[in-house]
């Protein structure tokens, strides 16, 4: 816990400061993915599998969604996608000390669920962001499983990329439970496995499909998962 602490703090400071001499977020994002993440997993002891990568257009934004299992889920998805990635994070995080600043610094997402109106508004500049040629990460679950099942996937991220008229990509992602639990602070050396799975089309949906394509989303991260035990 001190050394991913340490690690995050000091990196968070030169990322802010790259993003205030470069007014760009860009560099901020990929040192994230290039140094930050990959320091995390290696003192974690955790070894990093990403199969997938090629059914994606990466020259187009996407709103990845995947299941949630660990607090280092964040690490493996800013390591193992190419591009630069804002992820949809709950508001209470934007008050933590250097993890909100950085993440307001980033153009993260914030959703705050009591409020409907906010959310509403927060959803309509998410939408702008992902128009301006950004990708976004959503773990629709809302929170980590404890017991490593796939829970309810809600509609928020999905009508995300509805409005914004861009592919949803599903991403299971197995053995970060076993890695770091979502219960205390034990880290385990292992595997994680990243799987993405064909982009799902938005084009010709309203809001109110939403939540059927989150249950088609949630169906290929089974899929994912499940052949991935088959293997």
Same mark, same amino acid.
């Given at each position: 816990?001190?050394? %991913?602490?340490?690690? %995050?703090?000091?990196?968070?400071?030169?990322?802010?400061?790259?993003?205030?001499?470069?007014?760009?977020?860009?560099?901020?994002?990929?040192?994230?993915? +290039?140094?930050?993440?990959?320091?995390?997993?290696?003192?974690?002891?955790?070894?990093?599998?990403?199969?997938?990568?090629?059914?994606?257009?990466?020259?187009?934004?996407?709103?990845?969604?995947? *299941?949630?299992?660990?607090?280092?889920? &964040?690490? /493996?998805?800013?390591?193992?996608?190419?591009?630069?990635?804002?992820?949809?994070?709950?508001?209470?995080?934007? !008050?933590?000390?250097?993890?909100?600043?950085?993440?307001?610094?980033?153009?993260?997402?914030? &959703?705050?669920?009591?409020?409907?109106?906010?959310? /509403?508004?927060?959803?309509?500049?998410?939408?702008?962001?992902? +128009?301006?040629?950004?990708?976004?990460?959503?773990?629709?679950?809302? %929170?980590?499983?404890?017991?490593?099942?796939?829970?309810?996937? !809600?509609?928020?991220?999905?009508?995300?990329?509805?409005?914004?008229?861009?592919?949803?990509?599903?991403?299971? &992602?197995?053995?970060?439970?076993?890695?770091?639990? /979502?219960?205390?602070?034990?880290?385990?050396?292992?595997? &994680?496995?990243?799987?993405?799975?064909?982009?799902?089309? %938005?084009?010709?949906?309203?809001?109110?499909?939403? *939540?059927?394509?989150?249950?088609?989303?949630?169906?290929?991260?089974?899929?994912?998962?499940?052949?991935?035990?088959?293997?």
């Amino acid at each position: 816990m001190l050394f %991913t602490v340490l690690w %995050t703090a000091g990196w968070i400071c030169l990322a802010l400061l790259v993003r205030m001499l470069t007014g760009g977020r860009h560099w901020p994002l990929r040192m994230a993915s +290039r140094c930050w993440a990959p320091g995390l997993l290696r003192g974690a002891g955790a070894r990093l599998e990403v199969h997938g990568l090629e059914r994606i257009d990466w020259s187009r934004p996407h709103v990845f969604v995947a *299941n949630h299992q660990s607090m280092i889920d &964040i690490c /493996a998805l800013f390591r193992a996608l190419p591009v630069p990635v804002r992820f949809v994070l709950k508001q209470e995080l934007a !008050k933590v000390p250097f993890v909100g600043w950085y993440a307001r610094a980033m153009g993260m997402v914030f &959703i705050e669920r009591a409020s409907a109106r906010s959310s /509403a508004r927060r959803l309509h500049a998410a939408v702008d962001v992902v +128009r301006g040629g950004a990708s976004v990460c959503a773990f629709p679950e809302g %929170t980590r499983s404890r017991e490593g099942r796939v829970g309810p996937f !809600k509609g928020g991220a999905f009508q995300l990329a509805i409005e914004a008229g861009v592919c949803v990509v599903p991403v299971s &992602i197995e053995g970060s439970g076993a890695v770091l639990p /979502a219960s205390g602070f034990r880290v385990r050396p292992g595997t &994680i496995v990243l799987r993405l799975g064909d982009p799902l089309p %938005t084009h010709g949906l309203a809001p109110h499909d939403r *939540n059927a394509l989150a249950q088609q989303a949630r169906a290929a991260v089974v899929a994912l998962l499940e052949g991935s035990a088959g293997q």
